[in-house]
């Protein structure tokens, strides 16, 4: 019945749900209100988002630091523009520990771009469906917006208010502009919540008209989308009748509404067992998990200003050194409709494209100049470089030889457990093996127990060789070492290979 919560990245829609079930509070008309954010024009906004981990008692001195260093996070938005549904631009910075990241991004309907101070090339990602490998569903985007505002707009309809809901009359300012807005300030906590679950799907029973309505929007918006993807090869799981739309709607409603009879007319029974088998969930969802949200809106019911407070309260565990997590967030917005034009980041030099395979940490450092602040940041905060492999000897998972007491590892695969990159050309004994890190080369021969690293000569402990089914093995430590590891043995015989 209640698998989790999800706290973080609050859609504006699901927020509004929860904030009444009357279509307009003090003259504010919430639907209105809706519409307008769910069908974004122009604007221009700035935002400010930061957490803040509430440490429980008695942890350590490392968790300490670890929540320490989330504190300090926060992401700022100085100049957010959106020139359409499909085009907008932020520039912003990240900060964290008294440092600040500076960062742009810029979208379109292909893809996204972004550039961090000190990159040598900026970042991108595709946003094309057809390069993705998913179906291009841009001809249907508008009827799937249009059913999503009214599966919320049905929701706000039947949704109880929460007590502490309040709409008032200010002057406010929004981007140093004085303006008269109206303030629609809520309050609800954990329990209180789950208090309005049973109340509003109630009403949905009730509203056999509505719900039917919804599911003949539903049948119109999603039988062309899931037709056209089965004709595409596509399995969607889906069985509605072929040119029988009252058919699929009257068994839509008909399975929905004894499914909702049957939860509703558990949910005590089973909410109070849920509550027993899993106690957690009491403080997740009780008075302590509290959303605080004040909207401004303007005239044209537009959100201009928004500032929310959330806390989730989470239940003592020795496994989680925080007794609450706090997100706030405050944004303005300003120039709705009005022609905005966004800021686009040059790409005449090329970009680094981070949706074609996966990228090693030497690939992503190299792309940042050495002193820049994201080199540093990923080398001694994150610490991309740092690897830490343990093998079983005695595991033929692992595929480790002992020869003449030296222990042999598969060459490809511990290269690559270290980033390396492995060349082979077809035919010669020569192997290349490229460090990730330096772009250094050890070249090895197999048969032989000469090799060299950036051009030195070394001789190996023992010879590489093929094994009998057809894998390549070298001496584990000796290309370990060449790639900044070192090996070491625990205790109960694992090698333990560690890069820092």
């Known amino acids: ?85 499909n085009t907008a631009s932020i520039k912003g910075s990240v900060g964290f520990q008294g440092k600040e990241l500076p960062y742009q991004l810029s979208m379109d309907k292909h893809g996204m771009v972004i550039q961090l101070e000190g990159a040598k090339q900026p970042l991108y990602i595709s946003l094309d469906d057809s390069e993705l490998g998913y179906p291009d569903m841009s001809q249907y985007e508008e009827n799937i917006q249009g059913f999503s505002q009214k599966v919320v707009q049905f929701a706000i309809n039947h949704a109880p208010n929460p007590t502490k809901l309040s709409v008032k009359q200010v002057q406010d300012k929004v981007n140093g502009e004085s303006l008269a807005l109206t303030n629609l300030h809520v309050e609800v906590n954990g329990e209180e919540l789950l208090a309005m679950v049973k109340p509003f799907l109630t009403e949905v029973v009730k509203d056999e008209a509505g719900l039917k309505e919804l599911i003949n929007a539903f049948y119109d918006t999603f039988y062309p989308v899931f037709t056209s993807m089965e004709e595409e090869g596509y399995d969607v799981g889906t069985d509605l009748p072929v040119g029988s739309k009252g058919a699929a709607v009257g068994a839509i409603h008909g399975e929905l509404i004894e ?124 610490k991309i470089t740092e690897k830490l492999i343990w093998l079983d000897p005695e595991d033929e998972y692992d595929g480790i030889i002992s020869k003449k007491n030296v222990s042999f590892a598969p060459l490809r695969y511990l290269s690559e457990q270290l980033d390396a990159e492995v060349k082979w050309t077809k035919g010669s004994k020569q192997i290349v093996i490229i460090d990730d890190l330096n772009g250094r080369e050890i070249v090895l021969t197999v048969g032989s127990d000469k090799a060299t690293i950036g051009g030195q000569s070394v001789t190996l402990p023992q010879p590489v060789f093929v094994h009998s089914d057809g894998t390549t093995y070298v001496p584990l430590r000796f290309i370990a070492e060449s790639l900044g590891a070192t090996v070491t043995k625990d205790a109960d015989g694992w090698i333990i290979i560690e890069r820092k």
């Open 1 to 85: 019945m209640i698998k989790r919560m999800k706290w973080l990245a609050i859609p504006m829609a699901l927020l509004l749900v929860m904030l009444t079930g009357c279509q307009a509070v003090g003259g504010l008309d919430i639907n209105k209100a809706l519409a307008n954010s769910m069908n974004p024009s122009s604007s221009e906004s700035k935002q400010k988002i930061s957490i803040e981990l509430v440490p429980a008692a008695g942890i350590s001195a490392e968790d300490q630091k670890m929540i320490d260093l989330i504190n300090s996070l926060y992401l700022t938005i100085d100049s957010g523009k959106v020139q359409d549904k």
């Open 259 to 382: 499914s909702l009879n049957k939860f509703l007319n558990d949910y005590d029974a089973s909410l109070e067992e849920v509550l027993k088998e899993t106690p957690e969930l009491t403080t997740v969802l009780g008075k302590n998990s509290t959303l605080n949200l004040d909207l401004y809106l303007d005239g044209k019911q537009n959100i201009r200003k928004q500032n929310l407070d959330l806390a989730i309260a989470l239940p003592a565990d020795e496994y989680i050194p925080f007794s609450a997590i706090k997100l706030h967030t405050e944004s303005e917005i300003w120039n709705n409709g009005a022609e905005v034009s966004i800021d686009k980041i040059d790409t005449s030099a090329g970009v680094l494209d981070i949706t074609e395979g996966d990228f090693t940490p030497g690939q992503l450092l190299r792309n940042f100049e050495a002193d820049s602040l994201m080199y540093k940041t990923l080398m001694n905060d994150l």
